[in-house]
């Protein structure tokens, strides 16, 4: 057999390609190290309930043809992400807006909220923030920032935040509208039936081998194809030639518990930095489910080591460096193209793992 493509990693970036390219007649073979398609947005079901089983997926878009083209292999809900934070005994609204000011100072008017915050950063006299902290001060003051940005950022990273940079921050949205919904997008929701459902359509037509690592294949197979799509770290693929390069990690611990409704919400985010993990995931509120249990997920952040699953690239001056000298390897393969967000070593939002699908096979197709 001679495919077309060999694609590696079945996540939302290699089913994008695989179904726009089996759609132009292409032969794809598929293969995935794991023993599930679907990369992180994997969805897998307990208790009736679809568990997001690498953290919360949010489906949200400003872009109609994004939109419409997810819609194809699912049906989506009317699903608005509007988590909560808890702060030691305290409760607000995220993202911050007018629920979390009124209920932070007591106060009723968006003119109110600005002069607290003005006065707060004025007092502060931060002309040139030195890191992150200095940053987030000179953005949204003192009360927001010790409640509710610190101890998150800190469990995070890793690390205390007057040692990271100040560019992490570049902007913190203040809203002063009583709105909780933490998006700005158009068009937001979860699939009916989970993420699974929805990649499996898409590659309908496709071969897929799970539990297969790509260099072990390569070195295997007698399976023929003409070109190579690549989702895996970049800086494996070429044996870590420059120097690894850093993510962060998180790992989860799930939980059955006997009770229809343990939080609430979706999403409750903890925001002291003595609580040990940064929120807590109530999947059955993603779906508005009424099954008798429930399932939870804490979310604790870790220091990546390779071997562990890569969650966030850490885009710092070293490691932009680092990727540079692979993208210049990358860019003079003739037949090996990378993708997603280990490929390019960037974090994207799922409509932009779409969009960046989509311009490879703008180019390639």
Same mark, same amino acid.
């Given at each position: ?22 759609? +132009?007649?292409? *032969?794809? @073979?598929?293969?995935?190290?794991? %023993?599930?398609? &679907?990369?992180?947005? #994997? ?7 679809n ?20 819609n ?8 608005v ?18 629920n ?26 931060? +002309?040139?923030? *030195?890191? @992150?902290?200095?940053?987030?001060? %000179?953005?949204? &003051?003192?009360?927001v #920032?010790?409640?509710?940005i ?51 359509k898409?590659?309908e ?5 799970l ?21 895996g ?60 249990k429930?399932v ?16 966030y ?31 390019m ?21």
């Amino acid at each position: 057999m001679k495919y077309d493509y060999l694609i590696v990693g079945a996540g939302l970036f290699g089913a994008t390609f695989a179904y726009e390219a089996t759609k +132009k007649g292409k *032969k794809c @073979l598929l293969i995935d190290k794991r %023993s599930h398609i &679907g990369g992180n947005v #994997y969805t897998e079901q307990i208790e009736g309930i679809n568990v997001h089983k690498y953290g919360a997926h949010i489906f949200h878009t400003s872009n109609k043809e994004v939109w419409d083209f997810v819609n194809r292999f699912a049906t989506f809900n009317h699903y608005v992400n509007s988590p909560v934070a808890v702060y030691k005994d305290e409760l607000y609204n995220l993202p911050f807006n007018m629920n979390t000011f009124s209920k932070m100072w007591n106060i009723k008017t968006p003119q109110q909220a600005r002069d607290v915050i003005k006065s707060q950063i004025a007092s502060l006299n931060i +002309k040139d923030p *030195k890191n @992150l902290e200095e940053q987030a001060l %000179s953005l949204v &003051g003192t009360d927001v #920032y010790e409640k509710l940005i610190k101890g998150y950022t800190e469990k995070q990273w890793g690390r205390d935040s007057k040692d990271l940079p100040a560019f992490i921050i570049k902007r913190l949205p203040l809203r002063f509208t009583y709105d909780n919904n933490y998006f700005n997008d158009r068009y937001q929701g979860i699939p009916e039936g989970g993420y699974t459902q929805m990649i499996e359509k898409m590659l309908e037509g496709c071969d897929i081998q799970l539990e297969t690592d790509y260099f072990e294949f390569v070195k295997q197979t007698n399976i023929q194809y003409d070109k190579v799509i690549y989702t895996g770290m970049i800086d494996e693929y070429y044996q870590f030639k420059y120097g690894r390069l850093e993510y962060r990690t998180v790992s989860f611990e799930n939980e059955v518990l006997d009770t229809d409704n343990f939080q609430g919400n979706a999403v409750v985010n903890y925001t002291e930095r003595e609580v040990p993990y940064t929120r807590i995931i109530e999947h059955k509120h993603f779906e508005f489910g009424t099954q008798p249990k429930t399932v939870i997920s804490k979310e604790y952040p870790v220091e990546w080591k390779y071997g562990m699953e890569p969650y966030y690239p850490i885009n710092n001056e070293r490691n932009i460096a680092i990727y540079q000298q692979y993208k210049a390897l990358a860019d003079q393969e003739e037949n090996v193209y990378f993708g997603g967000r280990l490929g390019m070593y960037q974090y994207f939002d799922m409509d932009k793992v779409i969009l960046a699908a989509w311009q490879l096979t703008q180019a390639l197709l």
